[in-house]
């Protein structure tokens, strides 16, 4: 075969540091665009975006040549950057050390766009760490609780 084709869906998710809320509606606004822009500097396709006040859903496409752990550190660290030099008030903006990432089928790519679309309204009844452990439960992924938060 004379090239590579793929069709690489990921949903990821990741918390501010603490769970902080610190994603206000403004900085939501403005920095789920940048962390767009990030992933296409990256090679990447952003396909959709949001969350609440501490942490983020992304919905995307990666390319099999790069690795999710780089990816992550490069959008992490590039766009803390940009909040803290962006809003001066939240110098302490950082994020969490690790995320979760889950494969997505394309069968499956309206109802992850629609979970993310339903953050706030989901966040109304269920908080992030009780989330995340459902999720990670429902993907059946090994994990420690004791060590699944910082």
Do not use: C
């Amino acid at each position: 075969m004379p090239g590579t084709y793929s069709q690489l869906l990921l949903h990821v998710v990741f918390s501010t540091k603490g769970r902080a809320p610190w994603i206000t509606a403004d900085v939501a606004e403005r920095l789920y665009p940048y962390i767009g822009g990030i992933v296409r500097a990256e090679k990447g396709v952003l396909y959709d975006i949001g969350g609440v006040e501490d942490h983020v859903h992304i919905y995307m496409r990666w390319r099999p040549d790069g690795s999710i752990s780089d990816l992550m550190r490069t959008v992490k660290a590039r766009s803390s950057k940009w909040v803290n030099d962006t809003y001066p008030k939240l110098a302490e903006f950082a994020w969490q050390e690790g995320y979760s990432v889950f494969s997505v089928s394309k069968s499956q790519e309206e109802a992850v766009k629609k979970y993310i679309g339903g953050q706030a309204e989901h966040h109304k009844k269920e908080d992030f760490k009780s989330e995340l452990l459902r999720i990670l439960r429902a993907h059946g992924v090994e994990f420690d609780e004791k060590y699944a938060f910082d």
